[in-house]
C-alpha cells in the first residue's frame, strides 16, 4: 500500500434514512478511505462528503436538522469541499421539495423537487439512459449511458444540471455547482458506470 | 404514432354494438357531446364508422361528418365506401380521408383516382389472407399482391385490422404488424384489441405503426385519450428489465415446480454475481425457509448478495413485520417484497411505505388463475387478484410482482390473461413471474402482459437460458433493453 495514493478520506453521512452499508462499499471499491459519521464536526472536517437517502425528503431534511448537519454541509460547501448527494440526497441539495407540502432543502442548488409529472409509471423504477455535457463527474462514461432509477420526484429545468433523463419528459439526472454535485440516479446500485460516477467523485 | 379516437356512428348517436348486431347496442350519444366527454382536442385524427353506410353500401352518416369537421376535426370517415362517387361524397361532406376497405382489396384502380394522402386502404386479415364483404369471404388476391398494388397507388399508409383478435383479451396483434413490417413499407394504422396503456406503447415501440385506433377502451374510461398520447409519444422511456430470481431455501438457492418438489441449485452469492455479469437488470432473492432458523440464515444470504454485487436487489419472503422489512433493507436489500403478511394485515403496505418510502414496497401476489393464494401458493385468500393489486397500490406499493402460481415452474409462459389484467387495473410498475420458458415468453409477458419487468428462475440457474439471450431477442422484437 501507497497510503495516501491508493485512497482517498471520504465523509459518508450516516444517515438513518438512506442505505448506508451499499453506498459505503462501493465507495470503498472506488478508491475512498471512509469515515462514516453522523457527527456534524466530522463533516465539518471533511476533504470530501457523500450525502445518501432514499424514501422521503422530509424525513432526511428533519434528521439533517436535527443533527445540525445541514449547517455544517452548507459550511464546507462554502469552503468548497466536494460534496455529493444521491437520490434524496441529490434531491436534498435543492431550495425545496414539494413532497408533501413544500420543505425547504439544504438551498445549495437552486430548483425545487416536484412529482414527475407523467403518465408513466410512478416510481419510475429501472435503468434510464442518462445524456451529459463533459461534464468531469462523468469521465469516461460513454453518452448515453443507463444508470439505475428509483424515485418518484424530481428536480428539473434547473440551472445547474450537468445530465438529464427522460421519463415522459425530461428531468434533471445530475447537478453541479462549483463542488456540489448530485446525482438522481443510484451510482452504487448502477453496475460499472455507477462505480465510474463514484471514482470520479472520489478522486477528483 | 397518434392515437385516433374511433366512434361507431348510427343514427346520429356513437354505439356500439354486441356482435355486429344492429338491435342490441349500447348508445353512448351525440357524437360531439362524446367527443367532448373523451377530451378530443380540436385538430386531432378520430376515426368514423358509419354502421348504417355499412349495412346499406351508402354513406349515411354525411351530416355527422359535416359537423365534426366544422369543429376543427380531421375526420377519418368510412364504411360504405363502394365506389368512386361514395368516396366524393365523403371527402365533399368534409372528411380530411376516406376509409376504403373491400374495394382496396378487389380494385385498388378505384385508389388512383384520388389523391393518396385522402384515402386510407384498409384490410382485414385472418390467418394471413385479406377478407371482404364484411369479412365474410376470402380476397381474391393475397396479401402480398394487395400490399404491391396499394403501394404501386401511391399510399403510405394502411389500416390493418386483424380479425382474429376481434373481441379477444389477448390485446392488438403485434405479430402481424411485426410481419407486415417485414412485408411492406407503408405504415399501419392499427385497429382492435387495444385496451391497456401498456397495448399503446407496445405498438409505438414496433415503429412501422403510424398510427391506433382506440374506440370500446377510451369510451369505457379505461383510459384517456391524453395519456394515451403521452405514452405513444415516449414509448422507449424506459427498458423493461429482466430479473433473474433466486428462491433461497435455508442458505441454497432451489427450484420447485408449482412451489413444490424442490431440489437445490448452487451457491447463492455465486448466482447473483453471474447474473450481474450476463447482463441482469436486478436480482431477486425468495426466501422460501419453513423455519425460523431457515429466516435467520436468508438474512445472512442477502447480505452476502449484497455485497458483492452493484445492481439492486429486492428480497422478498417470510417477511411479517415492519422489523423484517427493516432487517432485510439493513441487510443490503434495496426493495423489499410483502406477500401473504400484507393480505392479512393489508396496513402493513402503509406502514411500510411510510416509514421506508413507496420505492422500497414491492407487493408480492401470488394467484391461481385470479384468485390471490397465500403462504407459498398454499392458500386461497378469497381475493380477487386484480382488486388486491388495486388496493396495494392505494396503500402505497411502489411495484407489483404478480406471480402465477399455474404457470410458475412449468416454461409454458407468463400467464398473459392475468398480467393484462392487473396492468390494465393499476398505474404502478408490475414485474411478470411465473412460467417463462422461452425469450419469446418475455417479450409476450411485456408487449401483451404491459409488464415492465419480467422474472424468471429455474429457467435461468438450469443454464437453459442466459439473461444475454433473453436481451437480444427482446433488441430484435424492437423492445428496448439496457
Same mark, same amino acid.
Given at each position: 500500500?501507497?497510503?495516501?495514493?491508493?485512497?482517498?478520506?471520504?465523509?459518508?453521512?450516516?444517515?438513518? +434514512?438512506?442505505?448506508?452499508?451499499?453506498?459505503?462499499?462501493?465507495?470503498?471499491?472506488?478508491?475512498?478511505?471512509?469515515?462514516?459519521?453522523?457527527?456534524?464536526?466530522?463533516?465539518?472536517?471533511?476533504?470530501?462528503?457523500?450525502?445518501?437517502?432514499?424514501?422521503?425528503?422530509?424525513?432526511?431534511?428533519?434528521?439533517?436538522?436535527?443533527?445540525?448537519?445541514?449547517?455544517?454541509?452548507?459550511?464546507?460547501?462554502?469552503?468548497?469541499?466536494?460534496?455529493?448527494?444521491?437520490?434524496?440526497?441529490?434531491?436534498?441539495?435543492?431550495?425545496?421539495?414539494?413532497?408533501?407540502?413544500?420543505?425547504?432543502?439544504?438551498?445549495?442548488?437552486?430548483?425545487?423537487?416536484?412529482?414527475?409529472?407523467?403518465?408513466?409509471?410512478?416510481?419510475?423504477?429501472?435503468?434510464?439512459?442518462?445524456?451529459?455535457?463533459?461534464?468531469?463527474?462523468?469521465?469516461?462514461?460513454?453518452?448515453?449511458?443507463?444508470?439505475?432509477?428509483?424515485?418518484?420526484?424530481?428536480?428539473?429545468?434547473?440551472?445547474?444540471?450537468?445530465?438529464?433523463?427522460?421519463?415522459?419528459?425530461?428531468?434533471?439526472?445530475?447537478?453541479?455547482?462549483?463542488?456540489?454535485?448530485?446525482?438522481?440516479?443510484?451510482?452504487?446500485?448502477?453496475?460499472?458506470?455507477?462505480?465510474? +460516477?463514484?471514482?470520479?467523485?472520489?478522486?477528483? | 404514432?397518434?392515437?385516433?379516437?374511433?366512434?361507431?356512428?348510427?343514427?346520429?348517436?356513437? $354505439?356500439?354494438?354486441?356482435?355486429?348486431?344492429?338491435?342490441?347496442?349500447?348508445?353512448?350519444?351525440?357524437?360531439?357531446?362524446?367527443?367532448?366527454?373523451?377530451?378530443?382536442?380540436?385538430?386531432?385524427?378520430?376515426?368514423? *364508422?358509419?354502421?348504417? /353506410?355499412?349495412?346499406?353500401?351508402?354513406? $349515411?352518416?354525411?351530416?355527422?361528418?359535416?359537423?365534426?369537421?366544422?369543429?376543427?376535426?380531421?375526420?377519418?370517415?368510412?364504411?360504405?365506401?363502394?365506389?368512386?362517387?361514395? $368516396?366524393?361524397?365523403?371527402?365533399?361532406?368534409?372528411?380530411?380521408?376516406?376509409?376504403?376497405?373491400?374495394?382496396?382489396?378487389?380494385?385498388?384502380?378505384?385508389?388512383?383516382?384520388?389523391?393518396?394522402?385522402?384515402?386510407?386502404?384498409?384490410?382485414?386479415?385472418?390467418?394471413?389472407?385479406? &377478407?371482404?364483404?364484411?369479412?365474410?369471404?376470402?380476397?381474391?388476391?393475397?396479401?402480398?399482391?394487395?400490399?404491391?398494388?396499394?403501394?404501386?397507388?401511391?399510399?403510405?399508409?394502411?389500416?390493418?385490422?386483424?380479425?382474429?383478435?376481434?373481441?379477444?383479451?389477448?390485446?392488438?396483434?403485434?405479430?402481424?404488424?411485426?410481419?407486415?413490417?417485414?412485408?411492406?413499407?407503408?405504415?399501419?394504422?392499427?385497429?382492435?384489441?387495444?385496451?391497456?396503456?401498456?397495448?399503446?406503447?407496445?405498438?409505438?415501440?414496433?415503429?412501422?405503426?403510424?398510427?391506433?385506433?382506440?374506440?370500446?377502451?377510451?369510451?369505457?374510461? !379505461?383510459?384517456?385519450?391524453?395519456?394515451?398520447?403521452?405514452?405513444?409519444?415516449?414509448?422507449?422511456?424506459?427498458?423493461?428489465?429482466?430479473?433473474?430470481?433466486?428462491?433461497?431455501?435455508?442458505?441454497?438457492?432451489?427450484?420447485?415446480?408449482?412451489?413444490?418438489?424442490?431440489?437445490?441449485?448452487?451457491?447463492? *452469492?455465486?448466482?447473483?454475481?453471474?447474473?450481474?455479469?450476463? /447482463?441482469?437488470?436486478?436480482?431477486?432473492?425468495?426466501?422460501?425457509?419453513?423455519?425460523?432458523?431457515?429466516?435467520?440464515?436468508?438474512?445472512?444470504?442477502?447480505?452476502?448478495?449484497?455485497?458483492?454485487?452493484?445492481?439492486?436487489?429486492?428480497?422478498?419472503?417470510?417477511?411479517?413485520?415492519?422489523?423484517?422489512?427493516?432487517?432485510?433493507?439493513?441487510?443490503?436489500?434495496? !426493495?423489499?417484497?410483502?406477500?401473504?403478511?400484507?393480505?392479512? !394485515?393489508?396496513?402493513?403496505?402503509?406502514?411500510?411505505?411510510?416509514?421506508? /418510502?413507496?420505492?422500497?414496497? $414491492? *407487493?408480492?401476489?401470488?394467484?391461481?388463475?385470479?384468485?390471490?393464494?397465500?403462504?407459498?401458493?398454499?392458500?386461497?385468500?378469497?381475493?380477487?387478484?386484480?382488486?388486491?393489486? !388495486?388496493?396495494?397500490?392505494?396503500?402505497?406499493?411502489?411495484?407489483?410482482?404478480?406471480?402465477?402460481?399455474?404457470?410458475?415452474?412449468?416454461?409454458?409462459?407468463?400467464?398473459?390473461?392475468?398480467?393484462?389484467?392487473?396492468?390494465?387495473?393499476?398505474?404502478?410498475?408490475?414485474?411478470?413471474?411465473?412460467?417463462?420458458?422461452?425469450?419469446?415468453?418475455?417479450?409476450?409477458?411485456?408487449?401483451?402482459? /404491459?409488464?415492465?419487468?419480467?422474472?424468471?428462475?429455474?429457467?435461468?440457474?438450469?443454464?437453459?437460458?442466459?439473461?444475454?439471450?433473453?436481451?437480444?431477442?427482446?433488441?430484435?422484437? &424492437?423492445?428496448?433493453? &439496457?
Amino acid at each position: 500500500m501507497k497510503g495516501h495514493d491508493v485512497v482517498r478520506p471520504v465523509t459518508l453521512i450516516d444517515s438513518p +434514512v438512506a442505505n448506508v452499508a451499499n453506498i459505503a462499499r462501493v465507495l470503498r471499491a472506488a478508491g475512498a478511505s471512509l469515515e462514516v459519521t453522523s457527527d456534524p464536526l466530522a463533516v465539518l472536517r471533511s476533504k470530501k462528503v457523500v450525502l445518501p437517502g432514499v424514501g422521503s425528503f422530509v424525513a432526511a431534511m428533519e434528521w439533517l436538522r436535527a443533527t445540525r448537519i445541514d449547517d455544517a454541509l452548507r459550511e464546507i460547501a462554502l469552503r468548497r469541499t466536494p460534496l455529493l448527494g444521491i437520490c434524496v440526497g441529490h434531491q436534498l441539495l435543492f431550495d425545496s421539495s414539494d413532497e408533501m407540502t413544500t420543505t425547504a432543502g439544504l438551498g445549495l442548488i437552486r430548483g425545487r423537487v416536484s412529482r414527475l409529472a407523467t403518465s408513466l409509471p410512478v416510481p419510475q423504477i429501472g435503468w434510464n439512459r442518462v445524456r451529459f455535457n463533459g461534464a468531469a463527474l462523468f469521465d469516461g462514461i460513454e453518452p448515453d449511458t443507463p444508470f439505475y432509477f428509483v424515485n418518484s420526484f424530481v428536480a428539473a429545468d434547473v440551472p445547474d444540471e450537468i445530465a438529464r433523463a427522460d421519463y415522459g419528459r425530461a428531468f434533471t439526472a445530475a447537478v453541479q455547482k462549483n463542488n456540489v454535485y448530485g446525482v438522481q440516479f443510484h451510482p452504487e446500485k448502477s453496475s460499472g458506470p455507477g462505480l465510474r +460516477v463514484l471514482r470520479n467523485f472520489v478522486w477528483m | 404514432m397518434d392515437v385516433i379516437p374511433s366512434l361507431d356512428l348510427l343514427d346520429g348517436a356513437v $354505439v356500439r354494438l354486441r356482435r355486429g348486431d344492429f338491435a342490441d347496442r349500447t348508445v353512448y350519444g351525440e357524437p360531439a357531446a362524446v367527443l367532448d366527454m373523451l377530451d378530443v382536442p380540436r385538430g386531432s385524427r378520430i376515426h368514423i *364508422v358509419d354502421l348504417a /353506410g355499412s349495412r346499406d353500401g351508402k354513406p $349515411v352518416a354525411l351530416d355527422v361528418v359535416r359537423r365534426l369537421s366544422s369543429r376543427g376535426l380531421r375526420v377519418q370517415a368510412g364504411g360504405g365506401v363502394r365506389t368512386e362517387a361514395d $368516396v366524393a361524397l365523403w371527402l365533399d361532406a368534409g372528411a380530411e380521408r376516406v376509409v376504403v376497405g373491400t374495394v382496396a382489396a378487389e380494385n385498388p384502380e378505384l385508389l388512383r383516382r384520388f389523391p393518396s394522402d385522402r384515402i386510407i386502404p384498409a384490410l382485414d386479415i385472418l390467418d394471413g389472407g385479406i &377478407r371482404v364483404a364484411g369479412w365474410t369471404q376470402s380476397a381474391s388476391r393475397s396479401l402480398t399482391e394487395v400490399l404491391r398494388l396499394v403501394e404501386s397507388t401511391g399510399a403510405t399508409e394502411i389500416l390493418v385490422t386483424d380479425i382474429s383478435r376481434d373481441g379477444v383479451l389477448g390485446g392488438p396483434s403485434f405479430a402481424l404488424y411485426r410481419q407486415l413490417a417485414a412485408l411492406t413499407p407503408l405504415r399501419i394504422i392499427a385497429s382492435g384489441g387495444v385496451t391497456t396503456r401498456g397495448d399503446i406503447v407496445s405498438l409505438a415501440r414496433l415503429g412501422n405503426v403510424s398510427g391506433c385506433v382506440v374506440g370500446r377502451a377510451l369510451l369505457d374510461r !379505461r383510459i384517456s385519450l391524453d395519456e394515451a398520447r403521452a405514452r405513444a409519444a415516449s414509448p422507449r422511456a424506459i427498458p423493461p428489465r429482466i430479473i433473474p430470481c433466486l428462491d433461497v431455501r435455508d442458505g441454497r438457492v432451489v427450484k420447485g415446480v408449482n412451489f413444490e418438489g424442490i431440489r437445490d441449485a448452487g451457491d447463492p *452469492v455465486e448466482c447473483a454475481i453471474r447474473y450481474e455479469e450476463e /447482463g441482469a437488470d436486478e436480482i431477486a432473492v425468495l426466501d422460501i425457509s419453513a423455519t425460523d432458523r431457515g429466516h435467520a440464515t436468508a438474512l445472512e444470504t442477502v447480505r452476502g448478495i449484497a455485497e458483492s454485487i452493484y445492481i439492486p436487489l429486492t428480497v422478498g419472503g417470510g417477511v411479517r413485520t415492519i422489523d423484517d422489512f427493516r432487517a432485510l433493507l439493513r441487510a443490503g436489500a434495496d !426493495r423489499v417484497a410483502i406477500n401473504t403478511a400484507a393480505v392479512r !394485515r393489508p396496513e402493513l403496505i402503509a406502514e411500510c411505505a411510510n416509514e421506508f /418510502g413507496v420505492q422500497a414496497v $414491492v *407487493v408480492s401476489c401470488d394467484a391461481r388463475g385470479r384468485t390471490v393464494m397465500i403462504r407459498g401458493g398454499k392458500d386461497p385468500a378469497g381475493l380477487d387478484a386484480v382488486e388486491w393489486c !388495486r388496493r396495494a397500490e392505494e396503500l402505497g406499493a411502489g411495484e407489483i410482482l404478480l406471480t402465477s402460481v399455474d404457470r410458475d415452474g412449468t416454461h409454458f409462459g407468463f400467464d398473459i390473461e392475468l398480467l393484462r389484467a392487473v396492468t390494465g387495473a393499476v398505474r404502478i410498475n408490475v414485474i411478470a413471474s411465473g412460467g417463462a420458458g422461452e425469450p419469446a415468453h418475455f417479450a409476450e409477458a411485456i408487449e401483451s402482459g /404491459g409488464a415492465t419487468a419480467a422474472l424468471a428462475a429455474s429457467l435461468f440457474h438450469d443454464r437453459k437460458l442466459t439473461i444475454g439471450a433473453v436481451k437480444q431477442y427482446l433488441a430484435n422484437e &424492437r423492445i428496448p433493453v &439496457r
